[in-house]
């Protein structure tokens, strides 16, 4: 019985360099694929996260608008909608611990049917 256990214990092989070669050739062709996939899902978050922003703002600018909030010269400023109470907070700029500045504007533009445009200004 114990000349068949190291029969058994000699017939055991690892693998080959060729094999392992082969194995880290996948792994390498994986990696190459999947780390711009992976890039380019962050920078498509924060251009996403940043058009976000511009909305939440904007809509902030639209109700301080209709519930009459006075703006110097058509625009809000972060601050201002912070103040008034229509920015809970004024959020992070995406990809940075840094939040927007509070002298950013807001745009409001009057249009000829009496209706408003507002846009966010960079």
């Known amino acids: 019985m114990l000349r068949s256990i190291k029969k058994l214990v000699k017939k055991e092989k690892g693998f080959t360099l060729v094999e392992l070669l082969a194995v880290i050739a ?23 996260a ?48 840094k939040p927007y500045d509070e002298s950013k504007k807001v745009k409001v533009t009057i249009l000829d049917n009496g209706s408003a445009e507002f846009e966010f200004i960079q």
């Open 26 to 48: 996948i792994l390498a062709i994986i990696l190459a694929i999947a780390v711009p996939a992976v890039g380019n899902v962050i920078s498509d978050s924060e251009t996403k």
């Open 50 to 97: 940043e058009q976000a922003n511009a909305e939440l703002f904007e809509n902030a600018a639209r109700l301080a608008h209709v519930s009459g909030v006075e703006s110097a010269s058509d625009e809000y400023s972060l601050k201002t909608l912070h103040d008034e109470g229509y920015l809970e907070e004024i959020p992070d700029v995406p990809g940075t611990d």
